[in-house]
């Protein structure tokens, strides 16, 4: 991950978007332009949004993410692999896309599973965006509502990716990383974000 990379507070917009991107990247491993893909969610109202606005918008999201991956396999694994197992490489996606979701996921998660503590609470959220907070200006100026809403994203993507069980949930379940995607993260020289993933070999 680039550190350069600004934070960016979109995840309000785009959250997890399991579903959409694996429509997303059937259309993509049939070889589909983006402009054909995104054309074709629109007029085929594959999302099932009530506008054709929110639909595009959601389109883009979805191919940017999917292009952040660079790497077909792992957005041809999206699109056919079961489901945990695409859940997993959207995380992965997800983390390539958003800095703040990738120094959450390392920090926070994978320290925890370094130091096998499997405690989690708002604390943990909380701790995480008030450190932020201190240390970088843009974070700074985003306001309660937008924390409180990126606590709450994150929280969910957590659940969706059995991270946590619920919501409610005060401790991490121990998850296992699946080989198509640890080959991928190898191969990409992303190996520093493997603690997220309860990887330590």
Sequence with gaps: ???????????TREPFLF????????LMTEGNSDDAIAKEIVEQNLFQYPTEKSITRMAKACIKRLHALEDDSLVSAIASQPTDVAKQICLYALMKQSRLVWEFMLTVIGEKYRLRD?????IDLNTFFMRLQEQNDTVASWSDTTITKLKQIIARVLVETEYLDNRGADHLNSVWLYPVLENAIRSNGDTAILPAFNCFS
């Design 1 to 11: 991950m680039d550190h350069s990379y600004p934070y960016i507070a979109s995840l």
């Design 19 to 26: 579903y959409e991107m694996r429509s997303t990247a059937k």
């Design 118 to 122: 499997t405690s989690f609470g708002k």
